[in-house]
């Protein structure tokens, strides 16, 4: 890939100078979702797909972008005096914000660059496309400007920064600590409250991970997760009359139980209870895991989507279809949708021979009655984002 990626920069840019190429996985939450914001706890992977950049540094203020995903734009232009969101921008939008992020953080981006980019991640399907190009971006200013003293964790954060301030998605700080932070074979315990974390091996003895992603676009940004985040917050300020906590990831499910008569308006009942036992049911999942119950943690994984279906509504026809078919699939351990919801994912655990038959009944079931096709992914868990030797 590597190879293929430089021909085609060379082509583009020309081959002289210091050409140096970086690699971001996608990631996939195992349970725990809508919980990050929340102060809760999430399980996310990094993935062996991935965004994949190919950069040069310049010696002017001149930025050159170019994505094989997205050919019919060629190469886009802007300059380092024009890092500001522009929807005309595009997908550049995302390493403009990172580039923004440093300068704001006193950490000067002083020339311009060339990048030519490859992901291998479905665009639009809640698998972090867009947390992976922030990632790779920061990677590469890291390595060129010299900046080595910035962490992975630091890196993490200045790409939520960069989705909050500069792109205006209000999302948590899950996937780009998944991406930053990734690790071969096993997933990332992270208490989003403190950003303590600890890895846990992904045992699944016969089984493999399938991610099923159902062709239906969305745009975080356009989507109802900003409002699914203030409903949150409005529960938890109706909570904080009546008991001090920080945020609703503290909460048991019994505690929630004895204060939920003090949040004024049903709805954001609904959604924070499913704030609140999705976190328990995470840290649950990771025991189960640790413990080797891989049927529990299925299990759990079920009820999460229930729970994002009912309380937290945000599935729609095409995520539950996916996971109410594969729920009736042999061999099927658990079956969910993941990322932010409104489309995207589900992501599954399937015993290994029951692979190919589960792809085939729940993407015929699937096209059957949303009249288009969805796209299979049996997919190994990787590293974290860095240079590609």
């Known amino acids: 890939m590597r190879e293929v990626l430089m021909k085609k920069f060379k082509e583009l840019f020309g081959g002289e100078g210091d050409i140096r190429a970086y690699f971001a996985p996608g990631r996939v939450n195992l349970i725990g979702e809508h919980t990050d914001y929340n102060g809760g706890h999430v399980f996310p992977c990094a993935l062996t797909i991935g965004t994949y950049m190919i950069a040069r540094r310049r010696t002017d203020r001149t930025l050159r972008f170019y994505s094989m995903n997205f050919e019919d734009k060629g190469v886009m232009t802007s300059s380092l005096d024009e890092l500001y969101y522009d929807k005309a921008a595009d997908w550049t939008n995302y390493p403009k914000g990172i580039m923004w992020t440093f300068n704001e953080k006193g950490l000067e981006v002083s020339n311009g660059v060339d990048m030519l980019l490859f992901g291998n991640i479905p665009n639009g399907s809640g698998l972090s496309s867009s947390a992976s190009v922030e990632l790779v971006t920061g990677v590469m200013l890291r390595d060129m400007f010299g900046y080595e003293k910035l962490s992975m964790i630091d890196l993490a954060l200045y790409g939520q920064y960069s989705e909050n301030k500069f792109n205006g998605v209000n999302c948590g700080i899950m996937d780009q600590f998944?991406?930053?932070?990734?690790?071969?074979?096993?997933?990332?315990?992270?208490?989003?409250?403190?950003?303590?974390?600890?890895?846990?091996?992904?045992?699944?003895?016969?089984?493999?991970?399938?991610?099923?992603?159902?062709?239906?676009?969305?745009?975080?940004?356009?989507?109802?997760?900003?409002?699914?985040?203030?409903?949150?917050?409005?529960?938890?300020?109706?909570?904080?009359?009546?008991?001090?906590?920080?945020?609703?990831?503290?909460?048991?499910?019994?505690?929630?139980?004895?204060?939920?008569?003090?949040?004024?308006?049903?709805?954001?009942?609904?959604?924070?209870?499913?704030?609140?036992?999705?976190?328990?049911?995470?840290?649950?999942?990771?025991?189960?895991?640790?413990n080797n119950d891989i049927a529990q943690f299925g299990q759990l994984m079920n009820a999460s989507h229930v729970s994002l279906r009912d309380d937290y509504e945000v599935t729609g026809i095409e995520l539950d279809t996916l996971v109410e078919e594969a729920w009736q699939c042999d061999g099927v351990i658990g079956s969910r949708m993941t990322g932010a919801g409104f489309g995207g994912c589900t992501v599954s655990i399937v015993k290994t021979e029951a692979i190919d038959a589960f792809i085939e009944k729940v993407g015929a079931a699937y096209k059957e009655k949303i009249g288009y096709a969805a796209d299979f992914y049996v997919v190994d868990i990787g590293d974290g984002a860095g240079i590609l030797a």
């Open 178 to 290: 998944a991406i930053a932070m990734g690790k071969k074979d096993q997933a990332i315990f992270l208490d989003t409250s403190d950003l303590s974390y600890t890895y846990a091996p992904v045992k699944l003895d016969g089984a493999r991970i399938v991610i099923a992603c159902s062709n239906k676009k969305r745009g975080l940004g356009d989507s109802k997760y900003n409002e699914r985040r203030s409903e949150c917050e409005e529960a938890l300020a109706d909570i904080r009359k009546v008991k001090n906590i920080e945020n609703l990831g503290q909460l048991t499910e019994e505690e929630f139980e004895a204060v939920k008569d003090a949040i004024r308006r049903p709805v954001c009942v609904r959604r924070a209870k499913h704030a609140v036992y999705e976190n328990q049911r995470t840290v649950k999942a990771v025991t189960a895991l640790k």
